[in-house]
Structure formats: structure tokens, C-alpha cells
Nanobody
């Protein structure tokens, strides 16, 4: 079964940085795309970025480019979301998700992700 555990959320001041982690089981990490999504109160869950099964490609929402970066540690079966220059509008619950399909291309569609972690709260204060 797919197991995803997010961590690293917390309270940070605007302009600061935070790194989130998503620890996956080995099989998921090496076969499915892993994406980051976020959801703020009253808003739809939105795509942040993703990395494909072998880490050869990453993709980001346009609004995240230049501030957010996804990286991987294969030895730890973990993907990271480095968030810099945080803004109050970045406040949300951040979720790690895995695609239903194996060995797929990058996707920003929620429907492509069938497995979700419990989320980690990020709160950015002014």
C-alpha cells in the first residue's frame, strides 16, 4: 500500500523559508509521480509542483516558479518542498500525493493522484 507522511510545517514570518518533507514507501517513491498540493480555507486544493517516478523531471505551477523547489533524497525515499520568500497567501495545508498510474508524466490534475498524506500546516504571518 501507498504510505505518505508529510512533515516540516509550522509558523513562519513573511519572507522566511520552510522546507517540507514527504516520506514515502520505497515502491511508491520509485514508481509513481509525487506531487505537492495545498489547500487554504475556502479555496480549492491547488497544484504546487511534482516530480516523476525517477526524478528526471519536475514541474511547478506558474505562481510557484522561482520560489518553490522540489528535490529528492533517494536513500531516504523522501521528496522535499523548499519554500522561500513566503507570503501570507501561502498559508495552507500542504499535501503530498502519489499518482494512481506508474511511470507517468508530470501532472497537475488532482484526479491523477489517488493517494494522499494527511497534510502539514503552513502558516505565514505578516
Amino acid at each position: 500500500q501507498v504510505h505518505l507522511v508529510e512533515s516540516g510545517g509550522g509558523l513562519v514570518q513573511a519572507g522566511g523559508s520552510l522546507r517540507l518533507s514527504c516520506a514515502a514507501d520505497r515502491h511508491t517513491f520509485s514508481t509513481r509521480a509525487l506531487g505537492w498540493f495545498r489547500q487554504a480555507p475556502g479555496k480549492e486544493r491547488e497544484f504546487v509542483g511534482c516530480t516523476i517516478w525517477n526524478g528526471a523531471r519536475t514541474s511547478y505551477a506558474d505562481s510557484m516558479k522561482g520560489r518553490f523547489t522540489i528535490s529528492r533524497d533517494n536513500a531516504k525515499n523522501t521528496v522535499y518542498l523548499q519554500m522561500n520568500s513566503l507570503k501570507t497567501e501561502d498559508t495552507a495545508i500542504y499535501y503530498c500525493a502519489a499518482t494512481i498510474s506508474y511511470y507517468g508524466v508530470p501532472s497537475d490534475k488532482r484526479s491523477e493522484y489517488g493517494y494522499w498524506g494527511q497534510g502539514t500546516q503552513v502558516a505565514v504571518s505578516s
